[in-house]
């Protein structure tokens, strides 16, 4: 689909990918070893990232929603996905299509 992508569990590199390879897109879980996906949100908002975050999760929608919710109250652009997404709901929500629905 044309994107260049780089992943990482640590935290501390994840950081640092946000200001080194200036993604065009952030994709990041809720729910992480060491740091939680708030935590790191936090930490986005306070370096003003203006990249778009797309926040993914297979725990409760309502936890989900409510972490989005944070993460655009501290100025972020984000968007919640819910867990299991299919191929098909990949390539659409990565092309800015739609919002998939889940397990599509």
């Not at 994709?27 to 797309?54: F, K, W, Y």
């Not at 299919?86 to 739609?98: E, F, I, K, Q, V």
Request: charged residues 25%.
């Amino acid at each position: 689909m044309g994107y260049q992508v780089e992943a990482t569990q640590d935290p501390e590199k994840f950081k640092d990918l946000t200001t080194s390879f200036m993604p065009d897109l952030i994709l990041m879980d809720v729910i992480m070893p060491e740091q939680d996906g708030l935590e790191l949100l936090r930490h986005l908002a306070s370096n003003e990232i203006s990249t778009p975050i797309i926040l993914i999760s297979d725990y409760d929608e309502q936890l989900l929603n409510t972490v989005a919710k944070i993460g655009s109250a501290l100025g972020l652009n984000v968007r919640a996905v819910q867990k299991p997404i299919g191929p098909s709901a990949w390539r659409t929500l990565l092309t800015g299509d739609g919002r998939p629905k889940r397990g599509e």
